[in-house]
């Protein structure tokens, strides 16, 4: 059943390691009677990161080049300083959260980081996502499941998530596609 004043949103958390380099993970956030819940896996850089340090960004983009590349080794997106916190927002966001931590709860597999929001921009008006965009985003959450899933769901979801990339892809979301393909393909997953 969902919470009362639920959303849960497919964004990019940005996080600080102990190095001050910025780490960006696409994670599905709640939102919260005005406070967001981000819930990384344990262990996770954006677990660490978030329990060392108390803030991160949460980043609204249509480039899916970032889910994917999240996924398969291309973190290494370029971002700016944030204005309000300690931490950085990618440069291709639409908008940008700066948030604080304000309570944790460590439970087992997941943690939940409740934050508020310190600061928000919107750089970009967002258009939405067309079908290509959200079979990325679809096939993104498939691959960081890949281990959980049977061979048989991940092919039937791929199956049925093609028909949107090859009616509507462009430039971008092709090359987000191939990228999540070669891991899907690189874990055994005969993609017929």
């Known amino acids: 059943m969902a919470k009362l004043n639920s959303k849960i949103h497919e964004v990019i958390v940005t996080t600080l390691s102990e190095g001050g380099k910025s780490h960006s993970a696409p994670m599905g956030i709640e939102e919260v009677n005005g406070h967001f819940l981000i819930k990384p896996f344990k262990p996770s850089a954006t677990y660490n990161n978030l329990k060392r340090h108390h803030q991160c960004t949460i980043n609204y983009t249509d480039d899916v080049r970032v889910f994917a590349g999240s996924l398969t080794g291309r973190r290494d997106w370029p971002t700016l300083p944030c204005q309000k916190i300690e931490g950085a927002y990618l440069s291709q966001a639409l908008a940008h959260s700066e948030l604080e931590i304000v309570d944790f709860d460590d439970d087992d597999p997941r943690a939940c980081f409740k934050a508020k929001v310190v600061h928000e921009v919107n750089h970009s008006p967002?258009?939405?996502?067309?079908?290509?965009?959200?079979a990325v985003i679809d096939a993104a959450?498939?691959?960081?499941?890949?281990?959980?899933?049977?061979?048989?769901?991940?092919?039937?979801?791929?199956s049925y998530l093609?028909?949107?990339?090859?009616?509507?892809?462009?430039?971008r979301e092709l090359e987000a596609w191939s990228w999540l393909m070669d891991k899907v393909k690189g874990a055994?997953?005969?993609?017929?």
Do not use: C, H, W, Y
């Open 162 to 171: 093609t028909i949107a990339i090859e009616k509507t892809a462009g430039t």
């Open 188 to 192: 055994g997953i005969d993609l017929k």
């Open 126 to 134: 967002f258009r939405g996502f067309n079908r290509a965009q959200s």
């Open 141 to 158: 959450i498939l691959v960081s499941r890949l281990s959980m899933l049977p061979a048989e769901k991940v092919q039937q979801e791929i």
